[in-house]
Each structure stands twice: as structure tokens, then as C-alpha cells.
């Protein structure tokens, strides 16, 4: 199997959607280091910019890649195709409010609070939605739930008065923790997803609520 084949299998769709949350974490790092030394300095480093914006570039086109992977690869689950789907165009819409290539400062606020407590609400919804990947099973549940906990820590941000971004961070890092937790259980086989063209398997689908002395 080559890497585009592996690539068109569930895991690769897990993979893609890890690896474009894992280029946010990095792209707002790297600003972050940058804001700082260009406040220190007021020095501007053309070849920094360029390169931080080559990595959220990369991370959306990986984002939308892992929508479009949902769409094609899976079965049914139209709620968290549609979720995904939504939530890549929001996250590409504060983007592009973000970073001024269009003018909306008379509408977009981005250390406004209602602005970040509703973004994490709603990442914390599309984190949930993964739950239709296997809604009885414990390790999906497990998955989830602790991703989508992580996800609303980035309500705190508010206490701070800091920039959207940095829920957009945390974000990040609870989906990173969902891709990975899910790879990690899908590996070892305690889930397993019906994808199109995939043959039926046997596998453990306990589900985290049931009594196990039933």
C-alpha cells in the first residue's frame, strides 16, 4: 500500500485531522515567540512570517483534507460529517477575521468573551459528534469525553483577556488528544469503524456505561 492508498483509510483520515491540529500548535508558537521578539526589537523577520504562514496554510489544507476524508470514507454519520465540515469553515472565517484580510473590525472582536466561550462550546459539540464513530463503545466515549473536558478548559482564556487564539490553541491540543487517543485504541483494535469497502470484524464493543456484571 502506498502512502496515498494509506491515506484513503480511516486511520489516514485520523491522521490528518492529528497532524493539521499538531501545525496549529506549532503555527502559534511560533507567533507567539515572533510577537514577543518583534516587541522587543520592533525588528521585522519576512522569512519567520513566511514560514509561520506556511504552516497554518498547511494545517488547512490538512483540515479540510481529514472533512473531505470523513465525507468519502465513512458511513453515514451525516451529524459529524456536517460538524466537521462547519466547524473547518469557522475556524477558516477566524482566520481570515483574524488576521485583517478583510475588514470586519467593526463586527469581530477577537478578545471578546462571547466570541470565545461560543467557539469553545461549539468545538467541544464537533469533539462529541465524533461519538457517532461508535456511540456504544467505552473507548470512543473515553476519547471523547476527555477531549471534549480539554476543549472547554479554553473558557479560562477569558479570565485573562487574551486573544481568541488562545482557545484556538487549546483546541488544538484537545484534538489532538482525540486523534491520538482514537488511533491509539484503533491500533490495538477496541474500535473499530465501518468504512466503505472494509470487511466486518469482531472486536470488543463494550460500552464505558455498561454494568459488567450483567
Known amino acids: 500500500m502506498n502512502r496515498l492508498e494509506k491515506l484513503n483509510t480511516f486511520r489516514g483520515v485520523m491522521k490528518t485531522g492529528l497532524l493539521s491540529n499538531a501545525l496549529f500548535i506549532l503555527f502559534i508558537i511560533v507567533t507567539l515567540i515572533y510577537y514577543s521578539y518583534f516587541v522587543r526589537t520592533g525588528n521585522i523577520l519576512p522569512v519567520v512570517e513566511v514560514i509561520a504562514y506556511a504552516i497554518e496554510i498547511s494545517g488547512f489544507i490538512l483540515m479540510a483534507a481529514n472533512a473531505v476524508g470523513l465525507w468519502v470514507k465513512l458511513r453515514f454519520r451525516s451529524l459529524l460529517k456536517i460538524a466537521a465540515s462547519v466547524f473547518f469553515l469557522a475556524e477558516f472565517i477566524i482566520m481570515v477575521c483574524d488576521f485583517n484580510l478583510i475588514d470586519v473590525a467593526e463586527f469581530y472582536t477577537p478578545s471578546s468573551k462571547v466570541l470565545i466561550i461560543s467557539h469553545?462550546?461549539?468545538?467541544?459539540?464537533?469533539?462529541?459528534?465524533?461519538?457517532?464513530?461508535?456511540?456504544?463503545?467505552?473507548?470512543?466515549?473515553?476519547?471523547?469525553?476527555?477531549?471534549?473536558?480539554i476543549s472547554m478548559l479554553a473558557t479560562f482564556a477569558i479570565v485573562f483577556n487574551v486573544r481568541l487564539y488562545a482557545s484556538v490553541l487549546v483546541n488544538s491540543i484537545a484534538y489532538v488528544v482525540l486523534y491520538s487517543m482514537i488511533l491509539f485504541f484503533e491500533n490495538r483494535e477496541y474500535i473499530y469503524v465501518d468504512c466503505y469497502g472494509?470487511?466486518?470484524?469482531?472486536?470488543d464493543n463494550q460500552s464505558f456505561f455498561d454494568d459488567e456484571n450483567k
Do not use: G
Open 120 to 149: 469553545c462550546i461549539f468545538s467541544a459539540f464537533v469533539i462529541m459528534c465524533y461519538l457517532q464513530l461508535d456511540t456504544s463503545n467505552k473507548y470512543v466515549q473515553i476519547s471523547c469525553s476527555v477531549s471534549a473536558v
Open 198 to 203: 472494509d470487511a466486518a470484524k469482531v472486536y
